[in-house]
């Protein structure tokens, strides 16, 4: 079972901001794929506090600033 982390924080409060890498596992075969997401997932921080990078590319951003 999968607990994303949006689900057990308080979003809003996070006090700086979270990029999370929706891998399939912490291995760096799984998470090398995402590396290329990773510049708009940190751009996405100047105005989300949660952002997560999909395997398919998608950053999706939550808690707004």
């Known amino acids: 079972m999968r607990v994303l982390l949006d689900n057990c924080q308080n979003l809003e409060k996070l006090p700086i901001a979270v990029v999370e890498l929706d891998a399939p596992t912490n291995r760096y075969k799984d998470l090398v794929q995402l ?5 708009a997932a940190l751009e996405a921080t100047r105005t989300h506090r949660f952002v997560s990078v999909h ?3 998608w950053v999706e951003r939550l808690a707004e600033r």
Do not use: F
């Not at 590396?35 to 510049?39: D, K, L, T």
């Open 55 to 57: 395997a398919d590319g």
């Open 35 to 39: 590396a290329p997401y990773i510049p």
